[in-house]
């Protein structure tokens, strides 16, 4: 049903909220790659996140170029990953 959709996209919005800010350490609202290498090694200490595949990641939600990744920038590139398609 249409409201169980509703119900089930704005689950999905907080949780991609909650982790964009579980990264935004110091909540200025952007990402910078040092901060997520960081936060992923922190979570996990025995599994080391690999700079270069984070640094892939970064670059791909870094869309301006500009070091820093905003909401924005986050959210197209999640959905990017997953593969979403806007128009359903």
Request: no cysteine.
């Amino acid at each position: 049903s249409p409201k169980a959709e509703l119900a089930h996209l704005g689950e999905a919005f907080n949780t991609m909220v909650e982790v964009f800010l579980f990264f935004d350490k110091n909540g200025d609202g952007k990402l910078n790659w040092e901060d997520m290498v960081r936060t992923l090694n922190e979570t996990n200490p025995r599994e080391r996140s690999p700079a270069y595949i984070t640094k892939d990641r970064f670059r791909e939600m870094d869309w301006d170029k500009n070091g820093q990744i905003t909401f924005r920038e986050f959210l197209f590139g999640f959905i990017n990953w997953i593969g979403i398609d806007v128009d359903e």
